[in-house]
């Protein structure tokens, strides 16, 4: 039986505590899930292991120059992201409980908007089993893709065939 590759979690998070706490929890609330989380400090270590690992998953904090004042932004992070794969799935935290930044994270492609109050893990936990949910329906789409491919050529070769058959025969007679 083919073992599956792990589900690539990044987290980018300046708050190492903050990040450790995050992870502990994810893995204890995935505990039966084949996953793999990296975290980063800033958007730019991220995005250098980026093409390496391939994350399906990103959790991203907006205000990631608190720690490291020449960081980029979430929103710039997040734009690079998107850039590199449109179809990476990124939750986007915030201490800001403000409309206008959870627009504008969703206005450049952030999956989810997650507000750093006492219950930030069990919503960050809620999203992610949604996102897992997202990409196991896209992957039994590419399934059924593939087999209905698979099925049109067999039938064409078929019907291709049968029409050699026929026509064979009486260009020889």
């Known amino acids: ?5 792990p589900t690539s979690i990044f987290i980018i998070e300046d708050n190492k505590l903050f ?20 975290s980063f400090e800033t958007g730019e270590t991220c995005m250098e292991k980026f093409n390496d690992i391939k994350p399906e998953i990103i959790i991203l904090d907006y205000h990631l120059n608190g720690r490291y004042t020449d960081a980029a932004d979430g929103i710039k992070v997040l734009d690079w992201i998107k850039k590199e794969n449109c179809d990476t799935n990124v ?15 969703f206005k450049h492609g952030a999956s989810d908007y997650v507000v750093k109050t006492e219950t930030k893990f069990r919503k960050i936990n809620y999203s992610l089993s949604n996102i897992f949910k997202i990409i196991a329906a896209k992957n039994e789409a ?13 039938i064409g070769t078929m019907i291709g065939g049968i029409i ?10």
């Open 91 to 105: 939750i986007m935290l915030s201490a800001d409980d403000n409309l206008d930044i959870a627009l504008k994270s």
């Open 142 to 154: 590419k399934k059924y893709k593939l087999m209905l491919n698979a099925l049109f050529i067999i």
């Open 164 to 173: 050699v058959y026929r026509i064979i025969p009486e260009l020889i007679n």
């Open 19 to 38: 990040t450790l706490a995050l992870k502990a929890d994810i893995e204890n609330t995935f505990k039966n899930m084949h996953i793999k989380i990296h």
């Open 1 to 5: 039986m083919k073992k599956s590759n």
